[in-house]
């Protein structure tokens, strides 16, 4: 299956400590997003990358978050310092560049904070 | 920001039954899409929407891009157990006029199939 992936799908860590998810896109597509959802709510949008440039952040993001996809092809969020408040569902999805608009997503990652 | 609503929040039908749902915004989009998300996994890609007034299906599923381009509708028909989930309606925003794939979802309609 060449979907998109995402590791872990389960992470419950304490309140202070640092986090990190991975991403690997479908593999021709050039980008790649991060999104984050609560419950009850549709994915909203924390920031893409085309190849290896993140061309858009969401003031969701604030500083404690980073994102990176140094060789354009998998791509890591980390979150510093995590707070209650971040407990979500973290969704990658990618894309082709190629104006059609469609998104697919992985199956994200849960995260809870202790 | 653009926003999105959907209706019906949840709906309970009988297996066989039609579904129907919409989504609406303030502001105009190009493209339209649907997806369903089921409980710990991320949306799948349903309909995929690109011109006003189109009508596209994809199994026992038809969605419609409202010739406004501000509202696009998603029909189930004949429902079965597995069409159980939620559903969103999303279209990506626009920047300077032309969309460059960042996805605005609605809150989503929550669909329950009684067997």
């Known amino acids: 299956d060449t979907g998109v992936s995402q590791d872990p799908r389960h992470k419950i860590t304490k309140r202070g400590q640092n986090v990190t998810f991975r991403c690997d896109p479908i593999?021709?597509?050039?980008?790649l997003y991060w999104y984050r959802q609560t419950l009850g709510q549709g994915p909203e949008f924390l920031t893409y990358?085309?190849?290896?440039?993140?061309?858009?952040k969401s003031r969701l993001l604030s500083d404690r978050f980073s994102a990176e996809r140094p060789k354009g092809s998998f791509s890591t969020l980390e979150i510093q310092r995590t707070e209650q408040g971040d407990s979500a569902m973290y969704l990658c999805?990618?894309?082709?560049?190629?104006?059609?608009?469609?998104?697919?997503f992985g199956s994200g990652t849960q995260l809870s904070v202790l | 920001g653009q926003q999105l609503n959907q209706s019906p929040q949840s709906m309970f039908i009988q297996e066989g039954e039609d579904v129907s749902m919409n989504c609406t915004s303030s502001?105009?989009?190009?493209?339209w899409l649907w997806y369903k998300q089921d409980p710990g996994e991320g949306p799948v890609l349903l309909i995929a929407?690109?011109?006003?007034?189109e009508l596209t299906s994809n199994g026992r599923l038809t969605a419609q891009f409202g010739i406004t381009r501000k509202d696009s509708f998603l029909n189930i028909s004949a429902s079965i157990p597995s069409d159980v989930g939620i559903y969103f309606c999303?279209?990506?925003?626009?920047?300077?006029?032309?969309?460059?794939?960042?996805?605005?979802f609605g809150q989503g309609t929550i669909l329950t199939v009684h067997p």
């Open positions: 999805a990618s894309s082709l560049i190629r104006g059609d608009e469609k998104l697919f």
């Open positions: 593999s021709e597509h050039n980008r």
């Open positions: 990358f085309q190849n290896e440039a993140q061309l858009e």
């Open positions: 502001s105009i989009f190009n493209t």
């Open positions: 929407l690109y011109k006003a007034g």
């Open positions: 999303a279209g990506p925003e626009l920047a300077g006029g032309t969309s460059y794939g960042k996805l605005t």
